[in-house]
């Protein structure tokens, strides 16, 4: 039995792991008393653990623990203790609840050992609670998992340099991450923070090793100072961890350029949430960059995050308005997702229907802006696909219900959109615009410049189509508009002819007739004028005055305006 336990020690040092394990299985065989067979099961179970054998194992660490049981022993606790972490370890993976059994019997002797003030087992008292809430926060017990993770950071703090103890910041990321699960963002940038801490002070002592473990909480922390919308405290954070990748990346380029990669991209978007595009597109130029290189040598994995950032740069484009770019970057982010939703169609169909909808509403605005309706025809054929796509779906995800109802909004516009109503929209967009002009300006020799504007826009397309109703109610409108405009500038035979033109367009309305009155008393044509306005006697305006009450407010801001007659008072004694 010793010749074999000396072979498998021996094979062990040289790693010849399968060997040694058959010499410590033949020198098991010829065990006599509890303790050989124990140590011997011990060695086995750890044996079989490197060389990935959970299930023999987890036998002869149950053989073990039997043996304990049958010959019980105080100075074997804490090699029973050791065991049962042992064996969670194993069942950590494909059974957490018998993991978390196992973690606890450990604990329960690790407890009682220590009851006697006795420090020397407060590591693994410690471990053991941190391997616990490990466990507990596989299984999403988050409650269980922080109260064991912080009794662990307790009795961390207890033993030497609690600083550079690497499973205390552990213990703080892990409570980081359920915090930020559970929307405490508070608790989790506090926890992030101290993890923080000691993977600073473990780096400086032991470089590269623990720089991985700084980055991932400095890019945590840049997530969590995101959410709470302290944006410089996010950008710094980021910057941090894109550093510490970046150095990361020239000693393993493969494992850690695409956490770069996240990084640069987790940067874009926040720079497009403070609405500094510029910024925004420069860090997804480089993220675009970056997984274009891990695509050309990874395509399964990175083909997609690559499409997401092309998707991304038209996006970041839109906002600034920079029409074509965005049309580059959505096109080639389109091309390359039907192209993976071709083979992959469950995982890749929504990501096209975002990039086609996005494409969609660049061509609404290019159709509105150059009247051009081969963008009506593309946006058309781009919807029908949508359409298509997303008829796969019947989950009531939000995002999938947004572009459902997104692309049935889209095929009712450019279904109905003409040339007509399109040279339309344009129309009363300007006009829109001018009248703010209007409302800005004081005098009336400022506002009518703006007006004649609305009236030539308006004759303008009512000779392109001569049967809109809406046309001819607003140019009958405008006209009124700038005869009014033309009486407080005393020009009342200017007013006269524009009002006729109103009338041409087979309009005639109070207001109007009210302006055709001023004209005439204006022009000393008082017995027109007084026939004019008595027959608005009677009648009341949109806001329930009687026209009396305008009549004379109207001859007031001609007044006002420096325009004045002499049978202003006859107008008014008559009304009195």
Same mark, same amino acid.
């Given at each position: 039995?010793?010749?074999?336990?000396?072979?498998?020690?021996?094979?062990?040092?040289?790693?010849?792991?399968?060997?040694?394990?058959?010499?410590?299985?033949?020198?098991?065989?010829?065990?006599?008393?509890?303790?050989?067979?124990?140590?011997?099961?011990?060695?086995?179970?750890?044996?079989?653990?490197?060389?990935?054998?959970?299930?023999?194992?987890?036998?002869?660490?149950?053989?073990?623990?039997?043996?304990?049981?049958?010959?019980?022993?105080?100075?074997?606790?804490?090699?029973?203790?050791?065991?049962?972490?042992?064996?969670?370890?194993?069942?950590?993976?494909?059974?957490?609840?018998?993991?978390?059994?196992?973690?606890?019997?450990?604990?329960?002797?690790?407890?009682? %050992?220590?009851?006697?003030?006795?420090?020397?087992?407060?590591?693994?008292?410690?471990?053991?609670?941190?391997?616990?809430?490990?466990?507990?926060?596989?299984?999403?017990?988050?409650?269980?998992?922080?109260?064991? =993770?912080?009794?662990?950071?307790? %009795?961390?703090?207890?033993?030497?340099?609690?600083?550079?103890?690497?499973?205390?910041?552990?213990?703080?990321?892990? #409570?980081?991450?359920?915090?930020?699960?559970?929307?405490? =963002?508070?608790?989790?940038?506090?926890?992030?923070?101290?993890?923080?801490?000691?993977?600073?002070?473990?780096?400086?002592? #032991?470089?590269?090793?623990?720089?991985?473990?700084?980055?991932?909480?400095?890019?945590?922390?840049?997530?969590?100072?995101?959410? /709470?919308?302290?944006?410089?405290?996010?950008?710094?954070?980021?910057?941090?961890?894109?550093?510490?990748?970046?150095?990361?990346?020239?000693?393993?380029?493969?494992?850690? @350029?695409?956490?770069?990669?996240?990084?640069?991209?987790?940067?874009?978007?926040?720079?497009?949430? /403070?609405?500094?595009?510029?910024?925004?597109? $420069?860090?997804?130029?480089? @993220?675009?960059? !970056?997984?274009?290189?891990?695509?050309?040598?990874?395509? +399964? $994995?990175?083909?997609?995050?690559?499409?997401?950032?092309?998707?991304?740069?038209?996006?970041?484009?839109?906002?600034?308005? @920079?029409?074509?770019?965005?049309?580059?970057?959505? #096109?080639?982010?389109?091309?390359?997702?039907?192209?993976?939703?071709?083979?992959?169609?469950?995982?890749?169909?929504?990501? !096209?229907?975002? @990039?086609?909808?996005?494409?969609?509403?660049?061509?609404? *605005?290019?159709? !509105?802006?150059?009247?051009?309706?081969?963008?009506?025809?593309?946006?058309?054929?781009?919807?029908?696909?949508?359409?298509?796509?997303?008829?796969?779906?019947? $989950?009531?995800?939000? !995002?999938?219900?947004?572009?459902?109802?997104?692309?049935?909004?889209?095929?009712?516009?450019?279904?109905?959109?003409?040339?007509?109503?399109?040279?339309?929209?344009? *129309?009363?967009?300007?006009?829109?615009?001018?009248?703010?002009?209007?409302?800005?300006?004081?005098?009336?020799?400022?506002?009518?410049?703006?007006?004649?504007?609305?009236? *030539?826009?308006?004759?303008?397309?009512?000779?392109?189509?001569?049967?809109?109703?809406?046309?001819?109610?607003?140019?009958?409108?405008?006209?009124?508009?700038?005869?009014? /405009?033309?009486?407080?500038?005393?020009?009342?035979?200017?007013?006269? +002819?524009?009002?006729?033109?109103?009338?041409?367009?087979?309009?005639?309305?109070?207001?109007?007739?009210?302006?055709?009155?001023?004209?005439? =008393?204006?022009?000393?044509?008082?017995?027109?004028?007084?026939?004019?306005?008595?027959?608005?006697?009677?009648?009341?305006?949109?806001?329930?005055?009687?026209?009396?009450? *305008?009549?004379?407010?109207? =001859?007031?801001?001609?007044?006002?305006?420096?325009?004045?007659?002499?049978?202003?008072?006859?107008?008014?004694?008559?009304?009195?």
């Amino acid at each position: 039995m010793e010749e074999y336990i000396d072979n498998a020690n021996l094979l062990f040092r040289e790693n010849e792991l399968d060997k040694a394990i058959e010499n410590y299985e033949a020198a098991l065989k010829l065990a006599i008393t509890s303790a050989q067979q124990i140590n011997l099961c011990n060695a086995l179970g750890r044996l079989y653990q490197k060389t990935n054998s959970p299930q023999k194992a987890i036998e002869v660490f149950n053989k073990s623990i039997g043996l304990y049981d049958k010959f019980p022993d105080e100075k074997s606790f804490p090699d029973k203790a050791t065991i049962y972490n042992n064996l969670a370890t194993i069942y950590l993976s494909s059974n957490p609840a018998l993991a978390i059994e196992n973690y606890l019997r450990a604990l329960k002797i690790y407890t009682a %050992l220590t009851d006697s003030e006795n420090s020397a087992f407060y590591p693994h008292l410690a471990n053991t609670h941190f391997a616990l809430g490990e466990a507990f926060q596989h299984k999403e017990d988050f409650f269980n998992s922080k109260t064991h =993770l912080k009794a662990a950071i307790i %009795l961390y703090d207890q033993l030497p340099e609690p600083g550079l103890n690497e499973l205390k910041a552990s213990a703080h990321y892990h #409570l980081g991450n359920i915090f930020t699960e559970e929307f405490n =963002l508070y608790d989790a940038q506090k926890h992030y923070t101290k993890s923080l801490m000691v993977f600073q002070n473990l780096s400086e002592n #032991l470089d590269v090793k623990f720089k991985p473990f700084m980055a991932a909480v400095l890019n945590n922390l840049g997530v969590t100072y995101k959410s /709470m919308e302290e944006h410089q405290k996010a950008l710094e954070h980021y910057e941090q961890a894109l550093d510490e990748y970046q150095y990361l990346s020239t000693h393993d380029n493969a494992l850690f @350029t695409p956490y770069a990669a996240a990084t640069l991209n987790s940067l874009s978007i926040l720079y497009a949430e /403070m609405k500094n595009y510029p910024k925004a597109i $420069e860090y997804s130029h480089q @993220t675009a960059a !970056v997984y274009n290189n891990l695509a050309d040598e990874f395509p +399964e $994995e990175y083909t997609h995050y690559l499409a997401t950032s092309l998707h991304n740069l038209g996006l970041f484009y839109l906002e600034l308005k @920079t029409i074509e770019s965005a049309k580059k970057y959505f #096109l080639q982010a389109l091309h390359i997702r039907k192209k993976l939703a071709k083979n992959h169609p469950e995982a890749f169909d929504a990501d !096209v229907c975002a @990039t086609a909808l996005n494409l969609v509403e660049l061509y609404q *605005t290019e159709l !509105v802006d150059k009247l051009d309706l081969n963008y009506k025809k593309m946006s058309l054929e781009l919807l029908d696909d949508v359409s298509t796509r997303l008829q796969k779906y019947s $989950e009531q995800r939000p !995002v999938l219900m947004s572009m459902k109802s997104d692309c049935a909004y889209y095929l009712e516009y450019f279904n109905r959109i003409s040339l007509e109503q399109l040279q339309l929209e344009n *129309t009363y967009i300007k006009i829109q615009e001018l009248t703010g002009e209007i409302h800005s300006t004081i005098h009336p020799k400022e506002k009518i410049v703006f007006q004649e504007l609305i009236t *030539t826009l308006l004759e303008e397309q009512l000779e392109h189509f001569p049967q809109n109703y809406k046309l001819k109610n607003m140019l009958s409108d405008a006209y009124n508009n700038l005869s009014w /405009m033309h009486l407080q500038l005393n020009n009342p035979k200017s007013a006269e +002819e524009i009002i006729l033109k109103a009338k041409n367009l087979g309009h005639s309305f109070p207001s109007l007739q009210c302006n055709l009155a001023h004209s005439y =008393l204006l022009q000393g044509r008082f017995e027109e004028a007084k026939n004019e306005y008595k027959a608005l006697f009677n009648k009341k305006t949109d806001e329930k005055q009687t026209y009396t009450f *305008t009549i004379l407010s109207d =001859l007031e801001i001609l007044k006002n305006n420096g325009v004045q007659h002499k049978d202003f008072e006859r107008i008014k004694e008559m009304f009195a």
